[in-house]
T-cell receptor, first 114, second 113 residues
């Protein structure tokens, strides 16, 4: 079982729709959760971080965390073609001995079509 | 405010050679982590440097080594290059040893022929 699993997609949504990206993780000691966006040929860019159960909203983005289910998701409302990218879920166990070590999923390719 | 800078941008090496990649962290950051990203995969953690010491290491062989300088900049060295070392090498900086988010540089694309 992979430590962090994402559906690789591609996920295709029409412009203006809600895109839902999902991620599960295996380490119950995980404490910090991040979503990165990576455009083709570019480096990952942090778009959301979440540390406690529940929802966290930032503009069109909402991250949801459920530690009991070991599940984290990202919702993108009013999707735009510029949102087309690979979305990487990353998990950290910063409370243990793994400070700063992020474990990434393989990424979900999102395509928003006009 | 300068972000994370990496050099070179691209590099082509031959099997068996050695390579050194460089990274300057974002202003105010003191921790540098290195990641390897193969095509179509998520980044894989190589190691992290804080206070000029390697603090964490991922599942990479000893051919991968690094260094952090007093100004917090860092180098990644790879010896005896293999074809499988071809990847995008990402440097990420952060502050301290907690769970502060990582900020990535634009990466170095290494091709081993």
């Amino acid at each position: 079982q992979k430590e962090v699993e994402q559906n690789s997609g591609p996920l295709s949504v029409p412009e203006g729709a809600i895109a839902s990206l999902n991620c599960t993780y295996s380490d119950r000691g995980s404490q910090s959760f991040f979503w990165y966006r990576q455009y083709s040929g570019k480096s990952p860019e942090l778009i959301m971080s979440i540390y406690s159960n529940g929802d966290k909203e930032d503009g069109r983005f909402t991250a949801q965390l459920n530690k009991a289910s070991q599940y984290v998701s990202l919702l993108i409302r009013d999707s735009q073609p510029s949102d087309s990218a690979t979305y990487l879920c990353a998990v950290s166990n910063a409370g243990g001995t793994s400070y700063g070590k992020l474990t990434f999923g393989q990424g979900t390719i999102l395509t928003v079509h006009p | 405010d300068a972000g994370v800078t990496q050099s070179p941008t691209h590099l082509i090496k031959t099997r068996g050679q050695q390579v050194t990649l460089r990274c300057s962290p974002k202003s105010g950051h003191d921790t540098v982590s290195w990641y390897q990203q193969a095509l179509g995969q998520g980044p894989q953690f190589i190691f992290q440097y804080y206070e000029e010491e390697e603090r964490q290491r991922g599942n990479f062989p000893d051919r991968f080594s690094g260094h952090q300088f007093p100004n917090y900049s860092s180098e990644l060295n790879v010896n005896a290059l293999l074809l499988g070392d071809s990847a995008l090498y990402l440097c990420a900086s952060s502050w301290g040893q907690g769970n502060s988010p990582l900020h990535f540089g634009n990466g170095t694309r290494l091709t081993v022929t």
